[in-house]
Every structure is written in C-alpha cells, then in structure tokens.
C-alpha cells in the first residue's frame, strides 16, 4: 500500500512548516512516519518545499498548487503505483500504528473512500483513498470546488467511527496554542 504524507498548507496559524515542528524533540512527520512503518515503507512525501530533503522518502512536488488537501491528495493518487492509498495529513504527530492498522482492516473494498469520524466531525486526513477517484478529484479541482466534505459526499464512502478512549489520537495540531495544549497534556501525564 502506497502511504502518502501531506506536507503542504500555508500553516499560517503555527508560523513555520507544520511537519517539522517539533514534538517529545521530533518532527510531527517523523511520528507519522513511524506510525507508518510496520505497515508500510512505500512512504512519498507531498511537499513544495525542500524543508524534507533530510528524510530519505520520494518527494513529489503539486500537480496543481494552491488547491489544499484535495490537490495534494489528487497528487498523492497520480504518482501512485497501488490501487488503494493511505493519505495522511503532517500534522498529526499522535496518530498510532494500532489505529491506521484498524483502517486497512475495517475499509470495505466496495468503497472509493474510508476516513474516521466522531460524534463532533470527520477526520478526511486519516484515510484510505482509491485512485478511482481521480476524474471526480480532478473536475472538483478544475472547477475550484475544494471543501473535502463535499468531495467526500460525492464518492463511494465508508465512515469508521472513533471509539471515545482514542479520540486524542486524531488530534491535528494547527497552532502554537495546540501545540502547547498538547505538550501541557504530555507533562500532566508522566
């Protein structure tokens, strides 16, 4: 299975690149990518910058730029060789093998698309995505129509929900005051 790490966005609220902040002093990417390996070293990072050019992974630039998560997602799906795709957001450090492994197993292959959800929202950056959807992805794209519900709304899709005790575990971190919320919670626990 082909994983594919999304390392865009503007990060305008965390004020540097999103993937290389730092968290227990590693990168957020460098968790991921840890989460993801007893499933799978077949790992590209999405990116347009060179910010990741330490990590030894295939880096591949947007197709089309500016178009958020779904145009690193149509990207991810374009340069991939697998018919079914883990895409993972960067800023997501305390994301665990257990609960991608969980995914894989639960994801119906009658499906296009399988992410998680909990009672409060959908978590489309923890997700299994299959390069069927590439025509639809690309004419949400072409037209401007970038909202991921709606795109997810418009494919086959499986929702798996998040059972309370692992609702932390989906926690995306987007800004400095997330980031110290999460390293407050760290310290409360040890």
Same mark, same amino acid.
Request: charged fraction near 20%.
């Given at each position: 299975? *082909?994983?594919?790490?999304?390392?865009?966005?503007? #990060?305008?609220?965390?004020?540097?690149?999103?993937?290389?902040?730092?968290?227990?002093?590693?990168? @957020?990417?460098?968790?991921? =990518?840890?989460?993801?390996?007893?499933? #799978?070293?077949?790992? *590209?990072?999405?990116?347009?910058?060179?910010?990741?050019?330490?990590? %030894?992974?295939?880096?591949?630039?947007?197709?089309?730029?500016?178009?958020?998560?779904?145009?690193?997602?149509?990207?991810?799906?374009?340069? #991939?060789?697998?018919?079914?795709?883990?895409? $993972?957001?960067?800023?997501?450090? $305390?994301?665990?093998?257990?609960?991608?492994?969980?995914?894989?197993?639960?994801?119906?292959?009658?499906?296009?698309?399988?992410?998680?959800?909990?009672?409060?929202?959908?978590?489309?950056?923890?997700? =299994?995505?299959?390069?069927?959807?590439?025509?639809?992805?690309?004419? %949400?794209?072409?037209?401007?129509?970038?909202?991921?519900?709606? @795109?997810?709304?418009?494919?086959?899709?499986?929702?798996?929900? =998040?059972?309370? %005790?692992?609702?932390?575990? @989906?926690?995306? =971190?987007? #800004?400095? %005051?997330?980031?110290?919320?999460?390293?407050?919670?760290?310290?409360?626990?040890?």
């Amino acid at each position: 299975m *082909q994983v594919s790490i999304l390392c865009g966005g503007k #990060s305008s609220r965390m004020q540097s690149e999103k993937g290389l902040v730092l968290y227990q002093n590693k990168p @957020f990417v460098e968790h991921i =990518i840890e989460a993801v390996l007893p499933i #799978s070293s077949n790992i *590209q990072l999405i990116t347009n910058t060179n910010d990741y050019d330490y990590l %030894a992974y295939k880096k591949i630039k947007d197709i089309v730029v500016d178009k958020g998560p779904l145009g690193g997602i149509f990207t991810a799906l374009v340069h #991939s060789e697998t018919e079914m795709n883990l895409i $993972l957001s960067c800023d997501i450090p $305390l994301i665990s093998s257990e609960i991608l492994l969980e995914l894989i197993e639960k994801h119906g292959t009658n499906f296009d698309v399988s992410v998680f959800e909990d009672i409060n929202r959908i978590h489309p950056l923890i997700g =299994i995505y299959s390069k069927r959807i590439l025509p639809v992805l690309k004419e %949400a794209i072409d037209v401007n129509d970038l909202k991921m519900m709606r @795109f997810i709304s418009n494919v086959k899709h499986q929702l798996i929900p =998040i059972t309370d %005790a692992k609702r932390h575990l @989906f926690k995306n =971190i987007n #800004s400095v %005051a997330e980031l110290n919320e999460l390293n407050t919670n760290l310290s409360q626990l040890k």
